[in-house]
């Protein structure tokens, strides 16, 4: 995650990290990214059942649940292994995670163990009795997706109405007393939804948005062309930069990020530069605790069946699964190659890659594009839009 809001607009003092001692079971959320025990926060993809179809769901989800879920007993376990290993956050996707029946009663049980516990939801189920159930538990933060305004929203995710529900969601959080936030993802069908995006941010006083940039995983394996160029991409970052700007301007502050393309933190330090130098020097600082990219390491997934992945990208390679070995032993074991270097994986990456200047904060953005892409999962991330002079690597 980049965070637009903390790195370009100081929202965040870059010595709070250092105040707080960077481990993360005393960071705050909005600092978790800079700890330096890097204990993984787990993406629990709870069920593959979901009551839409997202044309770019990275979990190929269904309308019916597979007989293979965790049960709940399996999941209470799952818990107690995570919270025992010292992972800070569980997030609990899908699918739809709220299709599943047991997700307040796990979720509880994830506070109880002392977790933060957060939902990655589509946001239509969350009723206000839904609403004050979450919040009764002690859930942490709702994250809600939406791909756009209604029309293109509903095209997206494959269901008429799925954006007012959507809406009603955030609204019954909001007033339930959640913390929410909304997670959009760009590509070329929805680039020009993203003013609509910080519109609604502000009417309905959302306090945070994530701006994920496209993987190529699941079904957006088929959304490869869909992806911006990369001058398209610089259009969309310097746009939410510039929102995002003005709603601190004008006194409404707002956490903004972008996910997965770790390109956009070079981005905000160059335009920083030349910009305002001084604070370039406290973002690059930043932006070396963040380390980027951090698949295998600072991030893991459980699947429902309970297999193992570098991320919630990687379903097709497993590590192991909990229900033989817990994830804490799955997790520390490097005798398996990709687990090890993706440690550390800057000594693997090829190409321009191997070369920029900015590999020590971005590590090689993402491998599971590049694999997509190329076949090779150490290739250069084809998502990497800035040039050769940027990346210290342009010919003389």
């Known amino acids: 995650m980049i965070g637009i809001s903390k790195l370009y607009c100081g929202t965040v003092e870059p010595s709070d990290a250092l105040r707080y001692g960077r481990m993360s079971s005393s960071l705050p959320s909005h600092l978790l990214q800079f700890s330096a025990d890097k204990r993984p926060v787990v993406v629990w993809n709870a069920t593959q059942k979901c009551n839409l179809k997202c044309v770019h769901c990275y979990a190929h989800a269904t309308d019916v649940s597979t007989e293979d879920e965790l049960t709940t007993e399996e999941g209470r376990a799952l818990i107690d292994d995570l919270a025992g290993y010292g992972v800070p956050v569980l997030l609990f996707s899908g699918g739809e995670p709220l299709v599943r029946k047991d997700l307040p009663e796990l979720a509880a049980y994830a506070v109880e163990k002392g977790m933060r516990a957060v939902i990655s939801t589509n946001g239509t189920l969350i009723t206000p009795a839904v609403a004050r159930t979450l919040k009764e538990i002690g859930l942490s933060y709702v994250g809600i997706s939406l791909d756009g305004m209604r029309e293109v929203n509903d095209r997206f995710r494959g269901v008429k109405g799925a954006f007012d529900k959507a809406v009603e969601g955030i609204e019954n959080s909001r007033t339930a007393g959640i913390k929410v936030g909304l997670r959009f993802t760009i590509n070329k069908a929805n680039a020009a939804e993203i003013p609509g995006i910080f519109d609604l941010l502000e009417e309905k006083d959302v306090p945070r948005v994530c701006f994920y940039h496209l993987v ?85 997934c459980v699947s429902w069946n309970g297999d193992v992945h570098p991320d919630q990208f990687w379903r097709h390679y497993s590590f192991g699964n909990v229900r033989k070995r817990p994830f804490s032993e799955i997790w520390s074991d490097t005798s398996d190659p990709l687990m090890a270097r993706l440690k550390d994986k800057k000594p693997h990456v090829k190409g321009r890659c191997a070369s920029c200047r900015w590999l020590d904060i971005c590590a090689g953005n993402f491998r599971v594009r590049a694999e997509a892409v190329t076949g090779d999962l150490w290739a250069p991330d084809p998502a990497c839009y800035l040039t050769d002079e940027e990346i210290g690597i342009a010919l003389s």
């Open 216 to 300: 190529y995983a699941g079904r957006g394996s088929n959304l490869v062309e869909q992806d911006l160029t990369h001058e398209e991409t610089r259009k969309a970052v310097d746009l939410i930069i510039e929102r995002t700007r003005d709603l601190h301007q004008r006194g409404k502050p707002k956490e903004v990020l972008t996910v997965d393309n770790h390109a956009d933190g070079p981005y905000v330090y160059l335009r920083l530069l030349e910009e305002d130098p001084e604070r370039a020097k406290e973002v690059y600082e930043l932006l070396q605790m963040n380390e980027g990219n951090s698949t295998g390491r600072g991030i893991g």
